[in-house]
């Protein structure tokens, strides 16, 4: 199993420090890939947790204030980048066309791009579900060769679920992977959106689930550890 944590804005250096110290005393047998902020992305390597950003430029390094490139991140040894979050979708207006961009600039690096989709709950209620997960998939991967897209990383996280304490259920995860694999069929996909230590007894149940990224558990490694474990067991 995937399990991807998504810190979001969230950690000082010195919380960063004391958080990385709990995270490494879980024992598991899942892929753990830490995404923390950029400014804390270098601060260490640790043992046996992948590394990943959450955000990249769609730009290549050079006079781009305030952006992180693709190849910076690799410097940083980033192995995984999350990309087109549905925060980033909303408050910093991100594009389909800006998220291809991203996610080519990943690839020639040797990033796996971790690609964020999902409605809102208008749109599930307008039945639109299909339609905008088409539009996400199809804008972000047409470039993309047979190879990348087998190595690509869907993330479905309904925005309605992210932060909520609400998850969709089974059924409804179900023909939502069902859907994107009709796409990628090579394709990891994973779950997002209030997943927790609570709720993975009957997540886990949907067998499609190739892995999980987590938002508010990422930050609180006692619970993930529990999460963890009921997951693996
Ligand atoms: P959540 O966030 O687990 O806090 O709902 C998930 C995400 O936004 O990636």
Redo the contacts with the bound molecule.
Sequence with gaps: MIV?L?N?SNLTKEEYKNYIEDLIKIECQSKIILCPTFLNLGSMTVKDIHLGAQNVSSTASGAYTGEVSASQLKSYNAEYC?VG???RREYQKESNEEISLKINKLFTEGIIPIL?VGETKEQRENNQVEAVLKEEILSATKTLSNEEKSKLII?Y?PIW?????IIPTNIEITAVFKYIKEFLPDSKIIY?????EKNVDILKEVSLIDG???????LKPQDLKIFLNKLEN
Excluded at 161 to 165: L, P
Excluded at 192 to 196: F, I, V
Excluded at 212 to 218: C, K, M, R, T
Aim: hydrophobic share 30%; net charge negative; with cysteine.
């Design positions: 991807a998504n979001k999350i979050h549905s925060e964020c993330a996280e679920s992210i932060g909520t304490g997002g959106g209030s997943a927790n999980y990224l987590l938002g508010g558990l990422s």
